[in-house]
């Protein structure tokens, strides 16, 4: 089994994106599944709470012995306030 390094940006919850929030939570507290408008913008996930996920720019990177990516600090879009670096199995 391998593992992957995974890179996201988040720009913090605007006003669409509590709107959509507010629809998501009333049509999971009916029990009924959200409209696929509202799927759509979330990506199909839950609703993540640091906001809207936005792509970064990260390239391989690797040494001896090491293995990892690079994330240029200015590529990151001004409105992005949170990364978040995770690993997968």
């Known amino acids: 089994m391998s593992m992957s390094t995974s890179v996201k940006g988040f720009r913090p919850p605007d006003e669409k994106w509590k709107r959509m ?3 998501w939570d009333t049509c999971k507290a009916a ?3 959200p409209p696929e408008l509202v799927q759509e ?3 199909w996930h839950e609703p993540d709470p640091k906001g809207i996920e936005v792509h970064l ?4 990177w690797g040494a001896e012995m090491s293995d990892g990516c690079e994330l240029k600090v200015e590529d990151i879009p001004k409105n992005v306030t949170v990364i978040r670096f995770y690993n997968s199995w």
């Open 57 to 60: 720019r990260v390239t391989k």
């Open 31 to 33: 029990n009924i599944e």
């Open 21 to 23: 929030k507010a629809i």
């Open 41 to 43: 913008f979330f990506d």
